[in-house]
């Protein structure tokens, strides 16, 4: 490691307070984060989504530090240069919160490795992604999104799905229902993070909710009581023609024997084929998607892991999960079945034991390792990429082609195409009203949901054009012009008092 070259003579002194001292060893412990298990006292490492493992720390083999090079810490001395001027400079010290500068401080340094999968996670973020990992947490039993409002266009706190079985499903809670307020707190503005975090909470504890519903007039206050929620990990039934229909939603920890369970079951009732259906499925953990793989492969590798650190690794079948059962069988997939799914379908073409049908898949085959901060929260550092057993690399490919193309699902498209249309009524009142901002809104968020719509499109760049136009047309400062239309009010009743009034009478000449 260098020697760190001391900081200009610019008046400051190279001094440290105990305040200042903690964090520069912050800065050190997160400048060093990809050194993974440096220290003897580390928290876990874990890898997610496609691939996500869960591993115990240990050392980089040597020479494989920053292949070879000396970790420099003049970007640490730049920043802590940076901290110490605006803690000496800063005109009310009461704003600078050591955690929240330094929190700034690492996720403006991970946005500029410019890879969108390496992100921070603080200790809230980190307890509600290991809950989920492990496919439980406690809760009410709800997935929460946020939906535009056809009206304003602004982001509402909606509750996607209700689990059943669960709190909020014994609530009464339904599909579409508007959070507007949690423990009356309002919601606009809020993320979803911030969301879950003030609904999650002790099991026994209770929430109120209030929600606004379609058809109900006023909004209404649910009290639900927490209790430890199961996510589902997966959908069955069987269909018509005795075909067996497994979707798999999550590559979380109980995926595998979940799985086997149905499976077993489907193979007793005699079904004569099988559906595997990933839509949707974003991923999760790579030992999961190779114990999932496993069930229908017997043997051979189910994919190869490339990393820096630890170069490539080959992920062979279980044969302890394998279930010998031979029927005709379909993976399912969709653009949004990414990481943990596009190993499983890779994996299960390039063995010739199902085909792929639907859409291409979404493309993304980087691995995140999850390295635990000593002091406080986690980095999700990209640490490889991975290829299916044929060596095809998903992500160049922009992800696994299906061997059967299908459509997506008529019912949403139509969907969305009555709500684009909406969005055109409604920016078609908003230019007859010249509201040029809000209709330029309107028009492209009907775009958005139907890509297709000329008349979208047009009426867009009608706005845009419109837009510009009346910009151009406004060559007068009209501030200016006010300004002169105020100091006139104050100079004209001064200008009449100076000026001599006229004589209203006549005097004689002189004789």
Known sequence: MENTPPLPANGFKWRLSSALALVFLLLITFALGYQVGQWQNALPIKSLTAGTSFRTGQSPASGQQGQGQTL????????????????????????????????????????????????????????????????????????????????????????????????????????????????????????????????????????????????????FDVVITRQRVQIPVLQKKILEANVG??????????????????????????????????????????EAAVEVASIFIPKG??????????????????????????????????????????????????????????????????????????????????TGSYFTPSGYDIQAGGGIEPQIKLEGEDADKAHNKKLAQEWIKRGVQHLKANEIADAILSFSRAGELDKDNKEASALFRKAVGQYIAERAEKKKDQQLERAVEILLKNIEPKAAEASPAPSQSKRSPAR
Request: glycine share 10%; aromatic share 6%; net charge neutral.
């Open 245 to 286: 229909y497994i979707r798999l939603l999550e590559f979380n920890e109980r995926a595998a024997n979940e799985v086997a369970k149905v499976v077993r079951e489907l193979k007793d009732a005699g079904v004569k084929g099988l559906i595997l259906d990933l839509r949707g499925n974003a991923g999760g953990l790579l």
């Open 72 to 219: 420099s810490l003049r970007p640490i001395q730049k920043l802590f240069e940076v901290y110490q001027v605006l803690q000496r400079n800063f005109y009310d010290p009461s704003k600078l919160e050591e955690e929240k500068l330094a929190e700034g401080a690492i996720i403006g340094l991970l946005a500029r490795t410019g890879d969108r999968y390496t992100h921070y996670k603080g200790p809230a973020d980190l307890v509600q992604f290991e809950s989920k990992s492990h496919g439980e947490f406690e809760g009410i039993g709800a997935e929460l999104t946020l939906v535009p409002d056809l009206q304003t266009g602004k982001q509402r706190l909606t509750i996607a799905n209700v689990f059943p079985e669960q709190p909020a499903a014994k609530s009464g809670l339904a599909p579409l229902d508007r959070i507007v307020k949690i423990d009356g707190k309002p919601t606009e503005g809020m993320t979803l993070e911030q969301a879950v975090s003030l609904i999650r909470g002790p099991r026994g504890t209770k929430v109120t909710l209030t929600i606004e519903r379609d058809g109900i007039p006023e909004p």
């Open 301 to 382: 590798p189910i994919v190869t892991v490339r990393s820096r650190l630890e170069g490539e690794q080959v992920f062979e079948a279980n044969p302890a999960r394998y279930i010998p059962w031979k029927v005709p069988m379909l993976v399912l997939v969709d653009k949004q079945s990414a990481s943990a799914s596009e190993i499983v379908a890779g994996a299960l073409k390039d063995h010739g034991v199902a085909r792929i049908v639907g859409e291409k898949t979404y493309g993304k085959a980087s691995v995140q390792t999850v390295v635990g901060l000593k002091t406080g929260g986690a980095l999700v550092v990209t």
